[in-house]
């Protein structure tokens, strides 16, 4: 669809401000309603646009299937990894409260962290399931 | 990490003069601190049951090299099933009755998530963790033949989620919470089965998909109407007030629900059409682990929910339950094992073996008495360890006769002795031959049905078991009294052969001495039939 110069120039215009939506999204969470999972398929939306405008190679330049796999395990492990540092920090698993100083900033630091790894997660997963549907030749 | 406090208030004091006393108070202050600090972590034990193979899973992706991440996925799976040992010690010390409860992320129960922990679920972490274990030491050898390499670190990667969700559904307290867990442990048995060497393994995970799915959203409606009657999700609380509630027709449709949804992933007999083909096409070592934790979890999903949370009055006195499982489980034992007898694949065979023996499991629940129920759990524990074991058996001859079906198998006991041994001592459990594991869960099930006043239903099993001798038979006859084929064939790999000998010579250990099955499953039944957890 390289060709059809419109549709170009609206998603080069668009995916920006999707990108960055999905950021908005994903750090709002904490105060509004957003939050990591539609941060992550926001995210992984304007990737998916990019590659139905530029063809599945270009997009696989941009997130390599091993990097993809990377940050899919990266997120799991964020979130788990939180909840283990709250182990270690006198709590029980996922208690955010001991996580800082004071329980409320705590919670704060927990929550961030806890949703990044999931807005990780969801993103490169869209992303791989959108690339592995595309990317198959033979239909079974 | 008070060592380490130490070692810097040494180090201070060795130091210049100058700020010697505010140096040592600060290492005063740091080695509090770190005393403060100091993490028991064997009060975390539940928690870790399930966040070590959740967090290992995606360190395997990490990995990718087949070695290291089968390394991890044992060390993992090993350290899970002390855990789980550790956590049944704890529990039946406490006595009659006695949990223990974890918090998860500090927030109390009935409003936090909790694991908790009884006889009953101690007994069936240990089930799932240990078969676990025992069949990732067999996975490398066998996978070898049916998974290129470089796609084994997302085996064991979805392998080790299925454990987690396993356990995960059993640990916790809360009925939400399950249906999130069994979602975890379904999705990767679905990738785990779609493995198999031939397309069909895909067709058949799909089957499962398909079913599971169904199985799923039957629960979680199950739980939305509980949870609509008595605004609680945690089991111990929704227990004491569905006890209030009593048995309006919410309740009714909500046991409705929950007990079709978990009857599915059960393989509860009409049910049960995913099984044999996912058992058939899935790898060989999946098989042997799903067989023996996948349905065993569900069973205990099925007991929780009826016992725990609906109690044996709502649910036997006014909601009939036992009319509808009783004559299910009948045709479960006979039907299957009639369906097992005619056919050609030994695998297959043994998948619908498996259906016949959920109908026993189903036939203690429905008993709804101490020994009944005694006998279902003992039979989770003792089928658990005999399908592992023939499973793993049927490993070793797809491995080396690159097929099960019977025709292949001719002669096959005089070419592979120690091989056929195994699977002879299996099929000897599995019939209910005394001095094994499949006699005891069996006395069992007898005993209750004699306690019940049901002596047709004792004849039943005695009975059904007979059709057992027959499918076994079937085999035994084929491998030892039909002429080999021709050419040499080497023993099966002793990473194979070895864990099949341990979970069958388990079967023999537990038909003899009984005190750790049958003690922990009747400390259970009688948990479970005496009310609230």
Known sequence: ???????????????????????????????????????????????????????????????????????????????????????????????????????????????????????LTVTAVMIKLFFLFAGRKHIL | MSLFAQLASLTVQAGNGAHHSDAQHAAQHAAQHAAQQAVNWSEHLPALQIALPLLAAPLCVLLRRARLAWGLAMLVSAGALAISLTLLGRVLALGEGGAISYHLGGWQPPWGIEYRIDALNAFVLVIVTGISTVVMAATPRSLESELPRERHYLYYAAYLLCMTGLAGITITGDAFNIFVFLEISSLSAYALISMGRTRRAVTSAYQYLVMGTIGGTFLLLGIG??????????????????????????????????????????????????????????????????????????????VRFVFSVFGTPLAFDELHLDALLLPLAILAMFGAS????????????????????????????????????????????????????????????????????????????????????????????????????????????????LEAGMWPLAAAILLSSLLAVAYIWRVVEVAWFREPATGDLRRAPLSILVPAWILLLGTLYFGLHTSFTVGTASAAARLLLGGTP
């Open chain 2, 338 to 449: 009639l369906v097992a007898i005619y056919q050609a694949d030994v695998k297959r065979m043994l998948a619908w073996s498996s259906v016949a023996q959920i109908g026993y499991m189903v036939l203690g629940l429905a008993l709804a008495n101490e020994s009944g129920l005694t006998g279902g759990l003992v039979h989770l524990f003792n089928h658990a360890l005999m399908k592992s074991g023939l499973f793993l058996v049927m490993a070793c001859f797809a491995l080396r006769l690159g097929s099960t079906r019977l025709e292949d198998l001719a002669g096959v006991g005089h070419r592979m002795p120690l091989t056929f041994g195994a699977f002879v001592l299996g099929g000897l459990s599995l019939i209910g031959v005394p001095m094994t594991a499949g006699f005891v869960s069996k006395w069992y099930l007898v005993r209750g049905a």
């Open chain 1, 1 to 119: 669809m390289i060709r059809h110069v419109i549709l170009r120039i609206v998603a080069k215009t668009l995916i920006p401000c999707i990108l960055l939506f999905a950021f908005y999204v994903q750090f709002h969470g904490d105060f509004g309603p957003g939050g990591g999972f539609q941060a992550g398929v926001i995210f992984a939306a304007g990737i998916i646009l990019f590659a139905l405008m530029f063809g599945l190679p270009a997009a696989r330049r941009v997130c390599s299937p091993r990097a993809l796999e990377i940050l899919i395990s990266l997120g799991v492990l964020l979130y788990g990894g939180v909840g283990l540092a709250s182990i270690f920090k006198g709590g029980n698993f996922l208690d955010y409260s001991v996580l800082a100083h004071d329980a409320v900033h705590g919670q704060h630091i927990g929550i961030f962290l806890v949703e990044l790894g999931v807005g």
């Open chain 2, 225 to 302: 109407l509980l949870y609509m009657v008595t605004g609680t999700l945690n089991i111990a609380d929704l227990s004491e007030r569905l006890a209030l509630v009593g048995a309006n027709r919410t309740v009714l449709v909500a046991l409705a629900c929950i007990v079709a949804g978990v009857s599915i992933k059960l393989a509860l007999f009409p049910l049960h059409v995913w099984l044999p083909n996912a058992y058939t096409y899935a790898p060989a070592v999946v098989t042997a682990f799903l067989a023996a934790t996948a349905t065993k979890v569900a069973y205990y999903v099925l």
